[in-house]
């Protein structure tokens, strides 16, 4: 199993991280073009698109902006999602565990047809029903 960690980001480009974006489009392709290279072996080969997700780093950085705008974390975090993330039906951080299930199913034998697939664990961020 080859398994790509990308990002919602990769469909959704964000502005103000133009960049990431890019990077993780270009994430995307590989993951692709190895499954196709990798086609009628035992290798899969798949990403999973992680949406907003509330990592250590992120955890710290809104801690942080709480702090610096004197509002409550989850405040801050509600704030984020009604204006720069207005699109997520979660309306909340996917937690790391809750990308990790995902890995986990499709690093296991249960996910042996699925290759060349990009998943989403993005809160229902991505507006595309494919």
């Known amino acids: 199993r080859i398994l790509f960690i ?73 704030e984020f999602f009604r204006h720069m993330r207005p699109s997520s039906l979660l309306q909340r951080f996917a937690e790391p565990a809750e990308v990790a299930h995902m890995v986990a199913f499709l690093a296991s034998p249960l996910a042996s047809a699925t290759n060349g697939a990009a998943l989403r664990v993005d809160g229902g961020v991505v507006r595309a029903i494919v």
């Open 6 to 78: 990308s990002s919602e980001s990769a469909l959704q480009i964000p502005s103000e991280m133009i960049h990431y974006g890019v990077t993780k489009t270009a994430q995307l392709a590989l993951a692709r073009g190895l499954a196709e290279l990798t086609a009628g072996t035992q290798v899969t080969v798949n990403s999973v698109l992680a949406g907003p997700t509330r990592s250590e780093g992120v955890g710290t950085f809104v801690e942080g902006l709480a702090r610096q705008q004197r509002k409550d974390a989850g405040q801050v975090e509600r």
